[in-house]
């Protein structure tokens, strides 16, 4: 039913595990159903473009008909949205303030918190064109318990208010400004703009009334988002994991938090499991693909040294099993 009845779809799950080739896989299925499917990935791997041998990148680009696709780049983002809020900031403050300004944009890129806040602002302006002109939306990642947190919290505004600080600090107006973005005490921290009345900029000088608005629209795409990604109506999460310990451990961590979120958990895609019928030929067709790959290995890191370690039959856990690793590493030349 999920690709019937749901808008947008985010899959979850710890890398290599197949969240790229699953994502696709849907999104295909999807459009060969005739809906008009947007996959989205916000990898800095460009593994869509792997996928689909074929060049993907930031602009939408059509990869079946019906199917189109788009790879987000954190970097970028940063860089776009740091470039907007110096953009804006130099439209309400004096012209003095502008080397400041740029100063406190290129100290804010190096902060941690810099890629979620851009990341975010992208997706949700993704999610909304994707909910207007598509039938069904498919990132193949979900947000983190954090991450959907920053939706409902100004610290997302983080350049934005580093910004304010530093090129406002005489304006003792700022304190209004910023006192409008964060809720009352006792309200829903959810939901802060559930009362709009008590977010009106009236009675502000121009410049901050500009300032508020542009803050506030901001706040309120993320609430529109955390409001789409938590209506079990229209979204839903995936997770993908493999059938060995770290994998499960990791999706049992990430479902618990996420499950707080309240985001709709929908189910869970268990990948690379050994076929039944894994025999002798099934073996010898996997060892003809993994030999094509270690001559490729071979050819494009000529000039690394290069150790091998097979393949286990069970998981490696505990002392025991890393020492038989470790055997295996010295047996290679380590
Ligand atoms: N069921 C499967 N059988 C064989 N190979 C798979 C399977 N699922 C994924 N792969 C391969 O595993 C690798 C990692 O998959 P990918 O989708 O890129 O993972 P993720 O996006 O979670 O990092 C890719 O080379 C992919 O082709
Ligand atoms: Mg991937």
Same mark, same amino acid.
């Given at each position: 039913?999920?690709?019937?009845?749901?808008? *947008? *779809?985010?899959?979850?799950? +710890?890398?290599?595990?197949?969240?790229?080739?699953?994502?696709?896989?849907?999104?295909?299925?999807?459009?060969?159903?005739?809906? +008009?499917?947007?996959?989205?990935?916000?990898?800095?791997?460009? %593994?869509?473009?792997?996928?689909?041998?074929?060049?993907?990148?930031?602009?939408?680009?059509?990869?079946?008909?019906?199917?189109?696709?788009?790879?987000?780049?954190?970097?970028?983002?940063?860089? =776009?949205?740091?470039? /907007?809020?110096?953009?804006?900031?130099?439209?309400?403050?004096?012209?003095?303030?502008?080397?400041?300004?740029?100063?406190?944009?290129?100290?804010?890129?190096?902060?941690?918190?810099?890629?979620?806040?851009?990341?975010?602002?992208?997706?949700?302006?993704?999610?909304?064109?994707? $909910?207007?002109?598509?039938?069904?939306?498919?990132?193949?990642?979900?947000?983190?318990?954090?991450? $959907?947190?920053?939706?409902?919290?100004?610290?997302?505004?983080?350049?934005?208010? =580093?910004?304010?600080?530093?090129?406002?600090?005489?304006?003792?107006? $700022?304190?209004?400004? *910023?006192?409008?973005?964060?809720?009352? %005490?006792?309200?829903?921290?959810?939901?802060?703009?559930?009362?709009?009345?008590?977010?009106?900029?009236?009675?502000?000088?121009?410049?901050?009334?500009?300032?508020?608005?542009?803050?506030?629209?901001? =706040?309120?795409?993320?609430?529109?988002? /955390?409001?789409? *990604?938590?209506?079990?109506?229209?979204?839903?999460?995936?997770?993908?994991?493999?059938?060995?310990?770290?994998?499960?451990?990791?999706?049992?961590?990430?479902?618990?938090?996420?499950?707080?979120? +309240? $985001?709709?958990?929908?189910?869970?895609?268990?990948?690379?499991?050994?076929?039944?019928?894994?025999?002798?030929?099934?073996?010898?067709?996997?060892?003809?693909?993994? =030999?094509?790959?270690?001559?490729?290995?071979?050819?494009?890191?000529? %000039?690394?040294?290069?150790? +091998?370690?097979?393949?286990?039959?069970?998981?490696?856990?505990?002392?025991?099993?890393?020492?038989?690793?470790?055997?295996?590493?010295?047996?290679?030349?380590?």
């Amino acid at each position: 039913m999920l690709l019937t009845d749901k808008r *947008l *779809l985010l899959v979850g799950g +710890k890398g290599g595990v197949g969240k790229t080739t699953i994502s696709a896989a849907m999104a295909l299925l999807a459009s060969s159903r005739g809906k +008009k499917v947007l996959l989205v990935s916000t990898d800095p791997a460009h %593994s869509l473009s792997d996928a689909f041998a074929r060049s993907v990148g930031d602009s939408i680009t059509r990869l079946a008909p019906n199917l189109d696709a788009l790879e987000l780049d954190p970097d970028r983002e940063v860089e =776009q949205h740091l470039a /907007r809020v110096s953009a804006q900031l130099k439209r309400f403050t004096r012209p003095e303030m502008f080397n400041e300004i740029e100063r406190q944009m290129r100290l804010t890129r190096q902060s941690p918190g810099a890629q979620e806040a851009a990341m975010l602002e992208r997706m949700a302006n993704v999610i909304e064109l994707g $909910l207007t002109d598509y039938d069904i939306v498919i990132f193949d990642t979900a947000p983190t318990g954090h991450t $959907l947190r920053l939706l409902s919290l100004p610290e997302a505004m983080a350049a934005w208010t =580093q910004g304010l600080l530093n090129a406002n600090k005489r304006s003792e107006k $700022l304190g209004e400004v *910023l006192g409008h973005l964060t809720p009352k %005490s006792g309200r829903d921290l959810a939901n802060p703009l559930a009362d709009p009345a008590e977010h009106a900029p009236a009675g502000m000088d121009e410049r901050n009334k500009a300032i508020t608005e542009t803050l506030l629209a901001r =706040q309120r795409l993320f609430q529109r988002t /955390r409001e789409v *990604l938590t209506d079990a109506q229209q979204s839903a999460l995936l997770f993908v994991l493999t059938p060995e310990k770290l994998p499960i451990l990791e999706t049992g961590r990430a479902v618990q938090s996420l499950v707080q979120e +309240k $985001l709709p958990l929908a189910g869970l895609v268990v990948n690379r499991i050994l076929p039944a019928n894994a025999d002798g030929n099934f073996l010898a067709a996997r060892r003809t693909q993994e =030999q094509v790959h270690l001559t490729q290995i071979a050819e494009d890191f000529a %000039s690394l040294r290069r150790y +091998k370690i097979p393949l286990q039959a069970t998981d490696i856990e505990g002392i025991t099993a890393l020492q038989q690793i470790a055997g295996l590493l010295e047996e290679s030349g380590l």
